[in-house]
């Protein structure tokens, strides 16, 4: 290892899951990749009157600085944060810098499904490879796994599906009878990047047909398919935003 030690930082939004990532890495880093001043690093931004913002951090040079970033609004505000942070950082002398993505920005914007429309999600990582030269990406149960294949070289994936599985066998069933229980994905897109889980804690399956017809946020829900009569419902999904597909998704299965 040519680095001398582990810095993380976190742009707004994410602050409160960079302080536990760094409660972990102080349980389980040597001694010698742990900075004196502290595994968080501190970030201070500084908002002109022309609204052009400006990133100071702490020293960084010769340290594997990892920095989380997850998509919480105003997502555009933020975004031009981490790109003012990486820019503090590439100016700074670290050794190398690993980007993680719980919720990366725009990633449902992957692919062109209409005519003229745009696609930020290769663009913007195409930004991050060939402006910034970041070149280790993690990615937290993207929206869809082609995503990584955006990023030169190919990003990491990762799964919180086995927490949640953990939970489930271990809290939420000493409320729950197992046998009274069943998983319902959001949709058959949810069914497919997820059914892991229903294995993993033994649960039958049922998913909830859905149509988008004009691509936007508002589906058509047809019909739920599986059994669920009688059972306590997990409903998994991966976003929610106003909330109104999910209350549709309940009174359906009631």
Known sequence: MGFRAVKVFATTGSEELAQNVCRALERRLPANLQPTE????????????????????DN???????????????????LIELFTLLDAIENSGAEDVLLVFPYMPYARSDRKNQPRISTMAPRLAHIFVNSFGIRRVLLLDPH????????????????????LADYIKTQFFLEKKKEECAIVFAD???????????????????????????????????????????????????????????????????
């Open 38 to 57: 502290g595994l968080l690093g501190k970030v201070e931004i500084t908002r002109f009157s022309n609204d052009n913002l400006m990133a100071k951090i």
């Open 60 to 78: 960084v040079r010769g340290h594997f600085v990892v920095i989380i970033h997850t998509q919480v609004p105003p997502v555009n505000d933020h």
């Open 144 to 163: 869809d796994g082609h995503t990584k294949h955006f990023f030169t070289p190919a990003a990491d994936e990762i799964s919180a599906l086995y927490l």
């Open 188 to 254: 058959a897109g949810a069914a497919k990047r997820f059914g892991h889980l229903a294995h993993l804690v033994s649960l039958p399956v049922a998913y909830i047909d859905k149509d988008r017809p004009d691509n936007g946020e508002n589906p058509d829900i047809k019909k739920v398919v599986g059994d669920v009569r009688g059972k306590f419902c997990i409903l998994i999904d991966d976003e929610i935003l106003t909330g109104g597909t999910v209350i549709g998704d309940t009174k359906i299965l009631l």
